[in-house]
Structures are given as structure tokens and as C-alpha cells.
């Protein structure tokens, strides 16, 4: 069972008593996560330093020591007993405070992922659409010159436009047959 504070107060010194306050839920919250790490190095010296202790005096209590055994060793036995279970606590209050934040750090930063995946997502679709209603956009027509000479165009300068077409047309055909032979030839050569 949990102890309280006001029954850890007459066990402890000031340094120790303020070791375990730190350990407690209100003033943990402030804590970064460097001097938890310290204070769960400190709280686990201090915890074998005690356990220690209850061992050699549980040990001289029972005969088992240099000195002859006697109730007051018995006493700081069980008081250092209770100094080894009461840094035990704070070192289990301080390792389930780091993983919770380890918990919560994790928990941003796959949300965080998430939104960036999101973002790339949104953009690569954005560019697909603007790409694909590029393709779909009708190509802009040439300004007539109809304004330019003043009514309907003379009869030369479509017929200039058509012969254009007409070349264009050719020289796309005979581009695609070339292609065609020179793929076939590589295809004959294997």
C-alpha cells in the first residue's frame, strides 16, 4: 500500500524527504524528462543504501553479526525496511511518469506523421488534377485577323494555314512511321 506523505515525514532527512515530494503527482508534471532520469538514479542509491542497511541489521538482530543481538538494532532494521520500500515507490512513481511521456511523445509524433502524410497526400493529388485539367483545357486559339484587315480574311493567308496544317500533319506522320521502323529493325536485330 501506498504511503503517505505525512507518514514518510519522521523517516526521512530534508534532502531525502524533498526527493520523494518531487516524486508525487503535482510537482512531477514540471520535472523535464533529464532530472527525472537523476532523480530515479538518486531514489535508487538511496534505495540500495537503506536496503542494505536492513539486511546487515536484520542480520546483527538475529546473532548473525559482530554484535550481540538486540531490539534496537531490530527497530532500524525495520525502519531502514521502511526507507528501502519507501524509495521503491518513488522509483516506480518516476519510471511510470517517464513512460507515460514516452507514451505521449510517441502518440504526437504519429500524429504529427499522419498530417504531414496528409499534407503530401492533399498536394500530389492537387497536382495530378491541375496536371490532368491542363490536358483536358482546350489549346488557345490564334487571334483572327480578321480585325486586323478589317473584315473576312483574304483568301491567301488561309490557304497559307492550311498548307501549314497540311506540313505539320506530314511531318507528324512520317516522324510516327520512322519511329515505328526503327523499333521494328531493333526487333529484327535481336
Known amino acids: 500500500m501506498p504511503l503517505k506523505l505525512a507518514q514518510?515525514?519522521?523517516?526521512?532527512?530534508?534532502?531525502?524527504?524533498?526527493?520523494?515530494?518531487?516524486?508525487f503527482r503535482p510537482a512531477l508534471a514540471g520535472l523535464p524528462e533529464g532530472r527525472i532520469k537523476s532523480k530515479i538514479e538518486r531514489a535508487r542509491k538511496l534505495r540500495d543504501k537503506y536496503r542494505?542497511?536492513?539486511?546487515?541489521?536484520?542480520r546483527s538482530a538475529r546473532g548473525k553479526g559482530r554484535a550481540a543481538?538486540?531490539?534496537t538494532t531490530a527497530a532500524r532494521s525495520a525502519a531502514s525496511a521502511k526507507?528501502?520500500?519507501?524509495?521503491?515507490?518513488?522509483?516506480?512513481?518516476?519510471?511510470?511518469?517517464?513512460?507515460?511521456?514516452?507514451?505521449?511523445?510517441?502518440?504526437?509524433?504519429?500524429?504529427?506523421?499522419?498530417?504531414?502524410?496528409?499534407?503530401?497526400?492533399?498536394?500530389r493529388v492537387a497536382q495530378v488534377r491541375a496536371a490532368t485539367a491542363a490536358k483536358k483545357a482546350k489549346p488557345k486559339r490564334r487571334k483572327s485577323t480578321t480585325a486586323a484587315t478589317g473584315g473576312e480574311r483574304p483568301m491567301a493567308i488561309a490557304r497559307?494555314?492550311?498548307?501549314?496544317q497540311r506540313t505539320a500533319d506530314l511531318r507528324t506522320r512520317a516522324h510516327v512511321a520512322a519511329r515505328g521502323r526503327r523499333q521494328q529493325a531493333r526487333k529484327d536485330a535481336r
Open 83 to 123: 526507507r528501502a520500500e519507501i524509495f521503491h515507490e518513488a522509483i516506480g512513481r518516476l519510471q511510470s511518469e517517464l513512460r507515460s511521456r514516452g507514451a505521449a511523445r510517441k502518440a504526437e509524433k504519429a500524429k504529427q506523421a499522419k498530417r504531414e502524410k496528409k499534407k503530401a497526400t492533399a498536394k
Open 69 to 71: 543481538p538486540s531490539s
Open 8 to 23: 514518510i515525514q519522521p523517516l526521512l532527512g530534508t534532502s531525502e524527504l524533498a526527493l520523494v515530494a518531487q516524486t
Open 52 to 58: 542494505d542497511a536492513a539486511k546487515r541489521q536484520s
Open 160 to 164: 497559307d494555314d492550311r498548307q501549314k
